[in-house]
């Protein structure tokens, strides 16, 4: 099946713009929002409506995958709506799903439709990665298998393994060079990784994994400790694999511009309920719900975008799992890990290196460390290095927070 472009709500018949669509050979459509959106092949907005239009800025084309999933389901309509790109910026969405999952995407291009988002430009869809992920300045890589009964966390390695090497070589092929890429779907940090070492065409720099939600979750926790609104508590850094190795940074973390351990004076419960709470909420979620967390999945998914987009303020910090080459903290180059980072608001990131690192920070940083080389060595043979080895198995399983 090819991409196929749905129309936005208006001024041609959904159906006319469907049936246009179907009938274009090769079946091989391009996903160029200037041919396929009917806004753009019908009329000209800006000259229909100067006055909406006039601060707008260049489109920007936003490819999500797993696009019929439930995070998904969330995050479209805030991407949409312009509240994580901001209410100038115009958006092409390009979605991919599956063959299975090709009516469920329908069904979601035609709610985005329904919407009547004026800054969404055109919304296409398709199962071929490569069409989904044309020209994207994003991607936004949700779409992962997840873990069967009875599956070990190797063969999930192996499986999302396979999934993110063909989708990184799609991404080499088809993304602008500039693409930002941000993986949710889990292994988010491995998967990350090898997306990254399939798409050598692209900055190594512009491969994010998702920790943002541990970060708003370690956030939570501590507003709620100390009894004050979460918007004060500030600096929080989440290290490492987005597992239950996972390291919520207290130490460095401040509640009203104060050390956190100055407000809330209480090692122990940093040490024994906060720091497991954060690492386990996925696993909690999971067994509220009976399905993983979407919409604060999706919600800081836009937070982790915003980030990238916006100055962050000074001496603050936000938690993504990025590319270890040249860290300053020593952490064994070649992986993604999650580290504090600041960003101008230019897409683009600095990592904090003004971080204290005290024993037991380090040693529990180390641990997630040594998960994620292990993870590396399970995936080896998809980010071409020879005669690396996968020595997890049998090893208690922390991949998918407390799901085991
Ligand atoms: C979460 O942290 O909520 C998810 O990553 C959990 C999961 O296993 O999907």
């Known amino acids: 099946m090819a991409m196929k472009a749905m129309s936005m709500k208006g001024l041609k018949p959904a159906t006319a713009v469907r049936a246009r669509a179907a009938s274009r050979t090769p079946l091989r459509v391009r996903a160029n929002a200037e041919q396929y959106g009917v806004f753009r092949l019908s009329y000209d907005v800006s000259k229909e409506d100067p006055a909406l239009t006039r601060n707008w800025k260049p489109t920007i084309k936003v490819a999500v995958t797993g696009a019929s999933g439930n995070i998904a389901n969330h995050l479209l309509f805030m991407v949409a709506s312009g509240e994580v790109y901001g209410k100038d910026q115009p958006i092409a969405l390009q979605l991919l799903g599956s063959e299975r999952s090709y009516n469920a995407l329908e069904g979601v291009a035609m709610e985005l439709e329904d919407s009547l988002y004026p800054l969404l430009r055109s919304v296409q869809i398709g ?38 090497s063909v989708q990184g070589r799609a991404l080499n092929e ?74 919520p940074d207290f130490l460095n973390s401040k509640i009203g511009g104060k050390p956190a351990m100055n407000v809330i004076k209480d090692i122990k419960w940093f040490k024994e309920e906060f720091t497991p709470t954060v690492a386990t909420r996925g696993g909690a979620l999971i067994k509220k719900w009976g399905k993983s967390s979407a919409a604060s999945t999706a919600v800081s998914t836009a937070d982790a975008i915003r980030a990238l987009i916006t100055p962050t303020p000074p001496g603050d910090c936000f ?86």
């Open 127 to 164: 199962i071929k990665p490569e069409e989904c992920f044309e020209a994207a300045d994003w991607a936004l890589m949700i779409g992962a298998k997840p873990r069967g009964p009875g599956m070990e966390r190797a063969d999930l390695l192996a499986q999302n393994g396979e999934i993110f």
């Open 174 to 247: 088809a993304a602008h060079e500039n693409c930002k890429v941000i993986v949710v779907g889990n292994p988010c940090n491995t998967n990350a990784l090898i997306a990254m070492e399939n798409a050598p065409r692209l900055r190594r720099k512009n491969f994010h994994a998702l920790t943002r939600l541990d970060e708003n979750r370690a956030k939570c926790q501590m507003a709620v400790k100390a009894g004050k609104f979460y918007t004060s508590v500030t600096r929080t850094a989440i290290w490492g694999n987005h597992s239950t190795t996972q390291v």
């Open 319 to 404: 938690s993504s799992g990025v590319c270890t080459d040249g860290n300053p903290y020593g952490i064994t180059e070649g992986i993604n890990f999650s580290m504090p980072l600041r960003s101008d608001g230019d897409g683009d990131y600095e990592v904090c290196d003004d971080f204290i690192i005290d024993d037991w920070l380090r040693e529990k940083i180390a641990a997630s460390e040594d998960e994620l080389v292990k993870e590396r060595g399970c995936v080896s043979h998809l980010i071409g290095v020879d005669g690396g080895t996968c020595d997890i198995r049998g090893v208690a399983d922390t991949t998918v927070p407390g799901e085991a």
